[in-house]
């Protein structure tokens, strides 16, 4: 939120400088993160007089300007500016001058071979406003050679971060409440009516004609759960043109841009008391304004330009003809005030912050209203801040206002807490007196009784319990008085502190990383139809009640969709190969609904394994293979049992069914899915294939026995192992780590390694029937192998192949 200095002093009765206003609002809580002063980025700008204006010898387009900048000779300047004028007071940057806009440094230059001493400027070229088909006229009795920042009243700016709890701040007056109660000045008196200081309205306030009888519109609450309270009056015969320059200059530095008096003053209004509001021209409206459901199909345009359909969830504000408001969010464009309106109705309501922000994603519309309503505003200051409004259109636009028309009543039910002022101590780690304690918080609009029964102001959404309180005190006390305290250390060497799991997975980050894999980060939400795509049994999704988008709406069952999504970001982007990972938690339904976290590395390999090339020839892609040496590898690193794993199918819908498997220890515990996505996965996803993909389910891994705290050392055999190749015939259908797994138990003393080198199906192979050769290495112990010894081993061997319909090939 930025907020100028100016328009803080208007609430705070201060004179504490700008840096010390920042600090304070550091110390409280409300972190400053940037002042923007811009006496500094109008230095060397000064207001000057055009004394004469003849055209260019050389160019039809531009002047010669003699202008009086109030430092001796006049100066020659060249400008192009149609409306550059002799007699015009203006400003001119002189050079050194950095010009705000595109940050070019003004000099001393020739233009058609014309000297120019620098730049007669538009507003927009000093940021002030969008204007820019002419240079800046300022009043004829502006003091020539002053400085134009001095002149203009430009004033600092702070751009000031509001926590998401704290909606009573995001106003001037919030702030300066703050302010007030650490000691930064006093609140003004006339904070709560009115802002417009002598200096911001030179002229004395006329007084207002009194409100005429009954209310034109009719107003009416059938969403009472949406809209509980809903308060209107009318104004006639307002003038609707630009606002007075003191309140455009304070919106332009909050970063609203002006657009008329009557729309300029609802944004003065929610800036500066943190009460969104909304005019309407009475003149578009038919029959009574209506807070109700809005109906399916129903469409509205909004004041951005953009159409949105609505559903029966969302709120609006409709008379008989149609929605004229997205209700708490954004007015709609038929029933928007322009310099024609003279009849106008005043629109405060308090709306329900849940059904705003769900409307709001929903419809992926953001606005300064929606983000303080979604959050809670002020539900005791409709009556004031309709007066407010109606006082500041009486101002600056005229007109007459009849009676306040109210339907329903905003949630004002009070809360009370019990308190103790010693916690403040135990909580807090700070001592601060009672009575200080009961001056903050009196401060801060809380009412506290002789018993210490403190009652929360209805803005005061955030306060639910005494630890709350606790955080008052010791925030207006100062965060900077509460003491750094080590925490307690035991003696001694320090203990490991890493879990089991947290260990596996440090290991598994740095065997994905050295395989060539990069670690991703991807959101633990997701889509609704991308969540339900990768669920699988039917536990059914953790839907989020309130989620930041509608986008990322449901908690992730799979790692694999966040990591699909960003290699096809990874592709629209140019970068064709993706080998990503990442280890983090799917969040599963348990039994009777219970929430499930189940820590999991996922991967997806897209694109080509290697590129074209002489010696390679045509790119290769990922294939399932790939996938399963990378689930091995890991696997081995976290610590799995990866020679007793059997392969098996039902991989999940979301692979190809031709082109996956699962790794198991037995037939039921899942250690790992990997394989090619199927066509219809990479089509849900927009997602070019193929593209490989994989799961490790750390959780299901058995943890390693417990080991001795020092390890042997490792000691080579004395004599050199014995390697022999076995061919067997087995059935087409059966898988090689089967074989290869009942080759390696035949003999666990001497056989150390049994791997798969060849696999051939075709001339001399009976049909049905495969040809899987496999490399047994055997270790002698104290002795060589003896011929007789190496043909037992042989005859094994063959008997586990045989045992699995295995031959032995001729």
Partial sequence: MKVSLEWLRDFLDTDASVHEIAAALNRIGHEVEEIDDPAVRLA????????????????????????????????????????ARAGLVGVLGLPGAVVPANGMELRKSAIRGVESNGMMCSVRELQLGDEHEGIIELADDAPVGAHFAAYHAASPVFDVAITPNRPDCMSVLGLARDLAAAGVGTLRPGALTSSARAEAAPTPTPAHPEPVEGCRAIIRIEDAEGCPAFYGRTIAGVTNGPSPEWMQRRLIAAGQRPISALVDITNYLMLGWGR??????????????VARRALGGESVEALNGKTYRLDESMTVIADDVGVHDIAGIMGGAHSGVSENTTDVLLEIAYFDPARIGVTGRKLNLASDARTRFERGVDPAFLDPGLDLLTDLILQHCGGRPSEIACAGCPPLAPKLIAFDPGLTARLGGVDVAPQEQRRILTDLGFAIGDDWQVTCPPRRHDIEGPADLVEEVVRIHGLDKVASVPLLRAGGVAKPTATPLQQIERRLRRTAAARGLNEAVTWSFLPEPAADHFLDGSGGLWVLDNPISEDLKAMRPSLIPGLLAAAKRNADRGASTSRLFEIGRRYLRGSAGASDERPTLGFVLAGEKTPRGWAEGKARAFDAFDAKAEVLALLEAAGAPVASLQVFGEAGPQFHPGQSGTLRLGPKTVLARFGALHPATLEAFDVAGPVMAAELFLDAIPPRKQAQFARSPYSPPALQPVTRDFAFLVPADMPASDLVRAVRGADKVTIVDARLFDVFAGPGVPEGRKSLAIEVMLQPGEKSFTDTEIKAIGDRIVAAAAKLGGELRA
Avoid: I
């Fill in 276 to 289: 969104p509001a909304h005019v309407y021209d009475l003149a578009k409206l038919t029959g009574p304004m």
């Fill in 44 to 83: 060397g700008f000064k207001v000057a007089r055009v004394l004469t204006a003849a055209r260019h010898p050389d160019a039809d387009k531009l002047q010669v300007l003699t202008v009086d900048a109030g430092e001796g000779a006049p100066l020659q300047v060249v400008c192009g500016a149609s409306n």
